[in-house]
Every structure is written in C-alpha cells, then in structure tokens.
C-alpha cells in the first residue's frame, strides 16, 4: 500500500516512515491490500516487533518498531 500521508509525531513518523513510501510485506506477509494492512495491525499487541518492508525511490528498506 501506499502511505499517502505520514503525521508528524504518529508512530509511522517515529518508526521512520515517510509519504509515498510503499508498504510491500508486514511481519513477512505480503501486503495485498489496505484492508488486511490494518487487520494484521489491529491483531497486534502493544511492544509486539513489527518489520515492514517497504519500497522507497526504488528501493527496498526494513523498518522495525515496536507496536504501540
């Protein structure tokens, strides 16, 4: 999915995201949809490891943080 929009001091800002980062695999899965984005984020415990790979400028990067 494409992160269209990143709030400043949200847990995506602080994780290191940023707007128009695309968000490929989510703990490993494959991120097909926003739909099963926010399903596996809302299945997640707060201080659960979260990895998320996502593509920006042509490039894949691993971004890790803790959920909320």
Request: net charge neutral.
């Amino acid at each position: 999915i494409l992160l269209y929009e990143v709030k400043e001091n949200s847990v995506a800002a602080k994780a290191g995201l940023f707007a128009d980062d695309i968000v490929v695999k989510i703990n490993g899965s494959p991120v097909t949809g926003i739909d099963g984005f926010r399903e596996t984020l809302t299945e997640l415990n707060s201080g659960d490891a979260v990895r998320l790979l996502i593509r920006r400028g042509g490039k894949m990067l691993f971004i890790g943080f803790l959920a909320p």
